[in-house]
């Protein structure tokens, strides 16, 4: 009796140590809207997005799970900021430098651009430009610090919130509600390919330089710091073995040299 007793105790102990094993599982909360291929929602597209996926195996080798849910950007930048979760992205170091941290290293280089419909004349040029259109934009995006030069420029900016806002604004812009919306170029043409819209919309300008994309992680918490050295260099690691290009080459896409 004494014996089965025992070893009652020490299977109640192992699994009470195993139990306490699985909630003190390091976790890195990650929050993101759909910018696809660089973050998607797998529901959706049948793949999280090849930021996601570095990221994922880059934590993973550190024995840190890195957990993605897809929402409302506005809403994610907030939460962000006030440390309720982790980390963002995928996102612009430009305008947002003295509210999140960010890595040195990026995921690659990203520039925004104008779309319209294919029997537009209008072009981008100049910002002066700009003071003739209804432009659709995303809520919360600040387009690579170059948010205030719309806003003071443009005839009249619709800011669109939600997960699938650039696909709201393709919507209006088919429907001739808009006149154009901007994206991050990647982006766009990957979603316009997706809604089969290649046929209607197409590519007016660009704005402002190629700069890099980034996630971005809270400054509330006191493990950022330690999440940010990580990423950094798991992605120089990736970049120099080949892991970083055949991660993106998935999506179809080429890494910048």
Known sequence: MKNRFFIQIFILCIALIYENYLFSEEVIQFETDIWCPYTCDE????????????????FKENNIKFISTVGPWARILVRTEKGEIDALGAAYKE????????????????VNGFFVNKNSNWFYKTPESLKEIILGSNLGYVYAGNIDLLRKNVKKLVETGG???????????????????????????????????????????????????????????????????????????????????????????????
Do not use: C, W
């Open 95 to 110: 305008g947002r430098e003295d509210k999140f941290l960010f890595p040195k290293e990026d995921f690659g280089k990203s």
């Open 163 to 257: 997960e699938t806002a650039f696909q709201k604004n393709l919507e209006k812009l088919v429907h001739n509600e808009l006149d154009s919306v901007i994206e991050e170029t990647t982006v766009a043409k990957y979603t316009i390919k997706m809604l089969e819209l290649g046929n209607k919309i197409k590519e007016a300008g660009t704005i402002g330089n190629k700069t890099g994309i980034y996630i971005a992680f809270t400054k509330n918490k006191p493990t950022s710091k330690k999440y940010v050295k990580m990423l950094e260099e798991g992605i120089v690691k990736y970049k120099k073995n080949g892991k970083f290009e055949q991660i993106v080459k998935k999506y179809g896409l080429k890494m910048e040299k």
């Open 43 to 58: 529901k959706i597209f049948g793949m999280k997005g090849y930021v996601i996926d570095i990221a994922e195996e880059i």
